[in-house]
């Protein structure tokens, strides 16, 4: 295959992802219920991360085994949950960082209904802030915050040594439902969040020129999602 890409209608992209959920590990029903609730109840719970993703995020952390995580942007507490669950063996201190007043109420609602407070700590207010505060080492760092804000938070964590050795920083959103790309390249987008998704593509835009310049990391832009970027230190 010449392309990384297979270009899907929307449609086909809906049968694509229910054929990868038939043939994937399920999400624990848990985490179905949460997600259902987010969706149910946020008008913007299209930012919420996938039920395929949630798989993927089970897969990742069990694969990494990581005895810390760092999230910066918990929404509803979906993510925060699917780290617990595949953190079970290793007991994994989970961090979630998060601003938004309805966001903050909406994942504690999670972390109180799901029992996950024993191993997840929230830090309301501002990330940059938060990570201030924070020391020790990340074996898992989750972005999907602010948008405009990537690039900061990855510097500070570099700068911090924060990222452990083997450790991997993992970056949603940055196609920025195409507007990254070009502002041309999603015409189903809907109007209402197009000026909104415009301005996180140019934000992500210089992120990604940064990330690929800076000589103390590797990365790799994933077309996948709404373009996930894993970043780990160079060897």
Not at 76 to 96: F, Q, R
Not at 142 to 166: H, R, T, W
Not at 170 to 194: Q, W, Y
Request: aromatic share 12%; with cysteine.
């Amino acid at each position: 295959m010449l392309n990384s890409i297979i270009s899907f209608t929307p449609e086909m992209a809906g049968q694509v992802t229910e054929y990868c959920m038939a043939s994937s590990n399920p999400t624990s029903s848990n985490m179905k219920e949460v997600w259902d609730w987010t969706v149910k109840k946020f008008e913007n719970a299209d930012k919420m991360s996938s039920p395929l993703q949630g798989s993927t995020m089970k897969f990742t952390a069990e694969f990494l085994a990581p005895k810390r995580i760092l999230e910066i942007g918990a929404f509803s507490g979906y993510s925060a949950l699917a780290w617990y669950e595949s953190t079970e063996a290793t007991k994994a201190e989970i961090i979630t960082l998060e601003l938004d007043k309805d966001m903050i109420a909406a994942t504690r609602y999670t972390l109180d209904k799901y029992n996950l407070n024993d191993r997840v700590k929230m830090m309301e207010g501002y990330a940059s802030e938060s990570i201030d505060k924070l020391s020790g080492e990340f074996d898992l760092v989750f972005v999907d915050a602010n948008k405009d804000g990537y690039e900061g938070y990855c510097k500070q964590i570099l700068d911090k040594k924060m990222l452990s050795p083997k450790g991997l920083i993992m970056c949603d959103n940055i196609f920025a439902r195409g507007m990254t790309i070009s502002t041309e390249s999603n015409p189903h987008l809907d109007d209402k969040v197009r000026a909104y998704w415009t301005e996180c593509g140019k934000a992500l835009d210089k992120f990604n020129k940064w990330a690929v310049s800076d000589p103390r990391i590797d990365v790799l832009l994933m077309p996948v999602y709404d373009g996930v970027t894993y970043i780990k230190w160079k060897n």
